[in-house]
């Protein structure tokens, strides 16, 4: 089964989880968990890395959108 969503869709379901996780991350409870010497992961990550990575791919998904559309105006080619 294929999910069939568009590019505004992608990024507006990104947006969101970029949003919950700084609700998250800005919790009393989560930084309490996050400072504690016990708390690991296997890459060292932690929740606001995977907040920039989120913004990251939104970014990038504007950029193609912008070439795209400069793209349709005459502006630029798309392959």
């Known amino acids: 089964m294929e999910i069939k969503l568009t590019t505004q869709e992608i ?3 990104l947006q ?17 968990l996050q400072s504690s010497e016990y708390f690991s992961t296997s890459n060292d990550v932690v929740l ?13 998904i504007v ?3 912008q070439f795209c559309q400069q793209g349709e105006s005459g502006h630029g080619t798309v392959n």
């Open 11 to 13: 990024r507006t379901i």
């Open 16 to 32: 969101g989880c970029q949003y919950t996780l700084r609700l998250v991350g800005s919790s009393k409870d989560y930084r309490r």
């Open 63 to 65: 950029q193609v959108e």
């Open 48 to 60: 606001n890395d995977a907040f920039n990575i989120l913004g990251e791919v939104v970014d990038a």
